[in-house]
């Protein structure tokens, strides 16, 4: 059983708009939250984290919204460039407190 | 700054044979993961040392799968003998200890197809 769903295999998203990526998870105790990137052929990079003290953490172009009573997130990226076309993960604490628990990753296509 | 480094990028062997994984972690970064990345189950943990001891090995699948961490610059991932249900992408990461909070990071993965 998945402890961090991303539920949206894939999305499309043209250059300039809005992407928002959602992940929802089932640990009320989790408190910690990080979103990674992957290209093809490469390692996921990290991105951007919040802890749950938060409910937005913004860097650049990227901000993360956390609803802690709906317990899911968001990864917000505008405005959205090719460039930003990739695989991204969320992933939150796992069994240990040092383990990552993974969602399976939702693809990004934004358009020119 | 060199990120963490695997070899070899990719690997394609019969099954039966011995296939041998390697990482070289961030210098400086104590703690180091090997996950494996498959179509369905997604990204899995397979073991995670600190301070090059085996910490957490339950996420490796069977005895045909073993890990080392000689020191703390290298660390292997040994499979054998290997079978076609292992082809994946196999993914080493390393941080600093402390928080899980702190971000992993990731080598550029070795693709494994056993034939």
């Known amino acids: 059983d998945q402890q961090v769903k991303q539920n949206s295999p894939s999305l499309s998203v043209q250059e300039g708009r809005i992407s928002i990526l959602n992940c929802d998870y089932t640990?009320?105790?989790?408190?910690?939250f990080l979103w990674y990137k992957k290209y093809p052929a490469e390692g996921p990079t990290f991105l951007i984290s919040?802890?749950?003290?938060?409910d937005k953490n913004e860097d650049g172009r990227f901000t993360v919204f956390l609803n802690k009573s709906a317990k899911h997130l968001s990864l917000h990226i505008v405005p959205s460039q090719p460039g930003d076309s990739a695989v991204y993960f969320c992933a939150g604490p796992g069994a240990g407190s040092y383990q990552l628990t993974f969602g399976k990753g939702t693809k990004l296509s934004v358009i020119p | 700054d060199a990120g963490v480094i695997q070899s070899p990028r990719h690997e394609v062997t019969e099954m039966g044979q011995e296939v041998t994984l390697r990482c070289k972690p961030i210098s400086g970064h104590n703690s180091l993961f090997w996950y494996r990345q498959t179509m369905m189950r997604g990204l899995e943990l397979l073991i995670y040392?600190?301070?090059?001891?085996?910490?957490?090995d339950s996420g490796m699948p069977e005895d045909r799968f073993s890990a080392k961490m000689p020191n703390a610059s290298f660390s292997t991932l040994k499979i054998q003998p290997s079978e076609p249900r292992d082809s994946a992408v196999y993914f080493c990461?390393?941080?600093?200890?402390?928080?899980?909070?702190?971000?992993?990071?990731f080598g550029d993965g070795t693709r494994l197809s056993i034939l």
């Open positions: 919040i802890s749950s003290i938060k």
């Open positions: 040392f600190n301070n090059n001891v085996p910490i957490d």
């Open positions: 990461a390393s941080k600093h200890s402390g928080s899980g909070s702190q971000p992993q990071h």
């Open positions: 640990n009320s105790m989790f408190d910690y």
